[in-house]
């Protein structure tokens, strides 16, 4: 038998032999650009493991894969090779469906759903239809931005601006394409849009119910909801009444002006009358950075509360669809207003100054904390909170709440997409198609500029619907997030006819347990799934408002300090070491939501790591051959000896180490145990023959835990070791005895190793005979225990610092411990231990108690032996003993000879 792992020989095995014992099909109850690179093997390495575990663990698991396969990448890849989008995509699915078999990810393939089938869209198309009955879609016309470029429609969030505001605001200045990079420009078409408005309170709120999502993707969509609470404030402005938003009432004597947003409804009749206005009009729809500018018009606006009139300016820093379009310009405490003001020489009036007197920065500063009102006639001396509420009371304010939250622009102008199922009747207006004429299917594919489904005049034409008189198709298609944004729910009953998922089946395996996917989705894909579940379960389709219960966003993979990629150049294909080696050295490498270093270095180390197991499985099963058939082989033991009872712990303490960690998602740290046990095993085998029950339970053990992570190897281990099935299918090990301190008496072995190290080398004892290790009495234990305030029992694992304990003073821990009869025989000794506990009252590590870490030394005896060659005793320290006063509980007296 070969001692070298060939994982090229196995690979295709294995993968036939999953495939043809349906190991990943679920019991009944992603981009389509090219090829996949290494940001594809993380997220897919992540949640092929974390399957795995789970379902040795006795869990139904559902992990599928399917094709997110609309849209502009596929779109623009067809154009660029004279191929038509379809075309494209699918020889692209069937590239990375070889490759994700070949990496061994473990997909229910009996579930694989495609975006771009008929089969699917029909179903976004009925979901269409029924949000329109139930008033979530909406068609108008509307400002919006526009991609050059693309030739199409971009959603707010999908315009990249510096500051992201911007974008979350509807404001495309300084935008760019989240796709190309173009600069984005503005537009008024006829659009279709999802009203996420309406969810807009729930979203928020439902925030703070999502313990299981990163706290950086919930403040993304807590602030591209934008919720704002706050007042309007009325102004009147040239015989109209203008009201402005501001979550800073307090701040309202110190505001100098009024501006308005270009679109306001006002500034179109200023424009009429006044040249300049519509000069800047002009200017700013044909920039992209207007920046600061603005221009005074004609009229001013008399102040609500002191009858000032401010100048009223038209600026472009303010936007139409973010409050009321008008901002109550503050310079004094507002840094966009101080900006604007400083641009225009505005004045600059202090309405808050410090509580504590300190003073400001003004006027070249704003200052913009809470205070105390200053110059703001009968509400001086207020503090801000209290004179939010008393402003309130004066007329023409009134509470507001605002969101930058904007309905969710659905249209596109592509051909790549999902048709949006309308047919437009010059008497009945728009028309929903019908049921039974779903699915609208794209036509045929002609390339063309601007919107192809516009081009396709034979499959425009058709009729309405109610009247049966002459129509056109609507022809613009739907944003790629629909597809996205319910995908998962079709995993559960792909092949179901009569709706777009069974309910019972949704609402039986409802929430997703686990999402693995980058943060850059956060006000994106993660708050579309969010609304379309509350949207569905309103529709009576779900009775779960929330998709996701678990989130991990997993970090990014770097070569030479930059993120990997083709256009970087710096781009390792996955194969390129093997699909295992690459698949375990990307879980090794870090946590999941960390950054990491592709190293040659590191990738070794996993190639390494493999080549090491393999040859210790297959030195164990060729000695096992080599004995069955009578011919000289390394001795084992049918008979166990003291030593072995540590190997035993050992398995028990890792499987309880490795599951934690499997858990928590922290499959580097799992890598790690895995290697501390392989080199333990290894040592054991060595140290003498080893004991065949433990060893080969210990071999047996270590493949489970790989399985998760290398699952081709395993597999090639689990046969070498002559198992029955399939280690895929194999139960996930348990531990033989409790290992609830597992971790404890982990650190109390390393330790104590560590000390005879340190103590060898102070004392240059290159070769010691005698090493003796002895346990604490009792007593100290004991004490141990009354400073800890914990439950003296038998003691294993002993708690952390109580909080009853943190309230005693130093004096009353002593006098409590010295209380106790056991330590008052023991006089100075005792009192001088009590003393140095209270002192350290709140660092008090969890401990195991004295039997039990005189156990766990005996049975660890070999590796001090194996190390120092050098004979060993461990023993408990007794009255007269001259080492009982350096021992301490779980630091044992060291004496070496």
């Known amino acids: 038998m070969s001692r070298r792992y060939d994982h090229a020989r196995v690979t295709e095995y294995w993968q036939h032999v999953w495939e043809r014992e349906g190991v990943y099909e679920t019991p009944d109850a992603s981009s389509a650009s090219g090829s996949l690179h290494m940001g594809h093997i993380r997220n897919y390495a992540i949640t092929d493991a974390h399957a795995r575990y789970r379902r040795m663990a006795g869990d139904r698991v559902l992990h599928p894969m399917g094709w997110d396969a609309f849209g502009l990448p596929a779109e623009n890849a067809a154009y660029e090779r004279d191929t038509d989008p379809e075309a494209w995509t699918r020889a692209c699915i069937e590239r990375m469906r070889d490759d994700l078999e070949e990496m061994g990810f473990g997909y229910d393939w009996s579930r694989e759903i495609t975006t771009c089938d008929p089969e699917y869209y029909r179903w976004n198309q009925w979901l269409f239809t029924r949000f329109l009955d139930e008033g979530l879609v909406e068609y108008d016309s509307a400002t919006v931005n526009w991609c050059p470029d693309c030739e199409t429609v971009l959603a707010d969030a999908q315009v990249e601006t510096e500051d992201r505001e911007g974008a979350a605001h509807g404001h495309a200045a300084g935008g ?55 007042a309007e404030v009325t102004f009147e402005l040239d015989g109209h009444e203008l009201s402005a938003f501001t979550a800073r009432l307090d701040t309202v004597y110190g505001a100098t002006y009024l501006a308005l947003a270009p679109g306001h409804d006002l500034v179109g009749d200023l424009a009429e009358r006044d040249d300049d206005v519509a000069a800047y009009l002009d ?67 202090q309405a808050i100054e410090p509580v504590d007197g300190s003073g400001t920065d003004l006027p070249d500063v704003p200052y913009t904390d809470d205070g105390m009102l200053t110059d703001s006639g009968k509400y001086d001396g207020l503090a801000s909170a209290a004179a939010r509420e008393r402003l309130l009371d004066h007329e023409g304010v009134e509470t507001a709440t605002t969101y930058r939250l904007r309905d969710w622009l659905v249209s596109r102008q592509r051909y790549w997409g999902t048709p949006i199922p309308i047919v437009h009747c010059d008497d009945c207006g728009a028309v929903p198609v019908p049921d039974e004429d779903l699915p609208v ?118 070569h030479g300090g930059q993120k990997m990629s083709k256009s970087a150049g710096n781009a390792v294909a996955p194969h390129e070491y093997g699909a295992e080696t690459t698949r375990l ?23 390494d790591f493999q080549q090491d197991v393999y040859g210790m499985v297959a030195d164990f099963a060729e000695g096992r051959e080599r004995r069955r058939r009578s011919q000289e082989a390394r001795p084992v033991r049918t008979e166990s000896e003291p030593h072995d009872a540590y190997l035993e712990r050992e398995i028990d303490r890792t499987i309880a180490a490795v599951t934690e960690e499997y858990d928590r998602f922290r499959f580097h740290r799992v890598v790690g145990e895995l290697r501390r046990f392989a080199r333990l095993l290894r040592r054991y085998e060595r140290y003498e023959p080893p004991y065949l029950f433990a060893y080969s339970r210990g071999l047996r053990t270590l493949t489970k835990l790989l399985a998760p992570i290398a699952p081709y190897l395993a597999e090639e ?56 290790l002895v346990v604490a009495a009792d007593w100290k234990y004991e004490a141990y225990r009354t400073a800890q305030a914990a439950d ?55 401990i195991v108690g004295g039997d039990r870490e005189l156990d766990v030394l005996q049975q660890a005896a070999w590796l001090f032996e194996d190390e120092f060659g050098a004979d060993v005793t461990v023993r408990r320290a007794t009255e ?6 350096q021992a301490r509980p779980n630091k044992p007296a060291i004496h070496i000879s």
């Open 176 to 230: 760019v394409c989240w796709r190309c990079g173009t600069a984005v420009t503005r537009r008024d078409l006829d659009q279709w849009f999802f009203t996420i408005t309406d969810y807009a309170d729930e979203l928020y709120d439902g925030l703070d119910d999502l313990d299981g999502w990163p706290d950086g993707v919930r403040d993304s969509q807590r602030n591209w909801i934008g919720r704002q609470k706050g």
């Open 283 to 349: 200017e700013v729809a044909s920039t992209d950075d207007a920046g600061r500018s603005g221009v005074e018009t004609d009229v001013t606006a008399t102040h609500p509360f002191t009858g000032a009139e401010l100048p009223v300016y038209v600026a472009a820093y303010v936007l139409d669809d973010v409050g009321t379009g008008a901002v109550m310009g503050v310079p004094a405490h507002n840094d966009r207003d101080h900006a604007f003001a400083d641009e225009h020489d505005l004045p600059i009036e």
């Open 441 to 558: 299917e794209l036509p045929q594919y002609v390339q063309t500029t601007g919107n192809p489904l516009d081009a396709a005049d034979e499959w425009k034409q058709t009729t309405c619907p109610e009247c049966g008189g002459e129509a056109t198709r609507e022809t613009d298609t739907m944003d790629t997030f629909v597809d996205s944004s319910w995908y998962f729910l079709r995993f559960l009953s792909p092949h179901f006819e009569d709706a777009p998922f069974d309910q019972q089946t949704a609402d039986e395996w409802l929430p997703v347990d686990v999402y693995v996917g980058g943060e850059e989705h956060a006000v994106l894909h993660l708050l579309y799934i969010r609304f379309f579940t509350r949207a569905l379960a309103d529709l009576g389709l779900l009775d779960r408002r929330e998709p996701v219960e678990r989130l991990i966003n997993q970090g990014t993979v770097l």
């Open 585 to 607: 050295f990307v879980l090794s490498a870090a946590h999941p939501a960390q950054d990491f270093e592709w190293t040659v270095k590191d990738v070794s180390m996993a190639y």
């Open 717 to 772: 281990l689990w046969h070498v070791l002559g198992e029955d099935g399939l280690v895929a299918e194999a139960d996930w090990p348990e531990s033989l005895r409790d290992v609830e301190s597992h971790r404890i008496e982990r650190e109390l072995v390393r330790t104590t190793l560590a000390d005879v190290r340190d103590i060898t080398e102070v004392v240059d004892i290159s070769d010691p005979d005698h090493i003796e």
């Open 792 to 846: 003296p029992d038998d003691g294993v694992g002993y708690g952390q610092t109580s909080s009853r304990t943190a309230e005693l003073s130093d004096d009353a821990i002593v006098g409590e411990i010295m209380g106790r009869e056991p330590m008052q025989e023991r006089g100075d000794a005792a009192a001088d231990y009590a003393a140095d506990l209270a002192d350290r009252s709140e660092g008090l590590e969890p």
């Open 880 to 885: 007269d003993d001259d080492l009982a006063g």
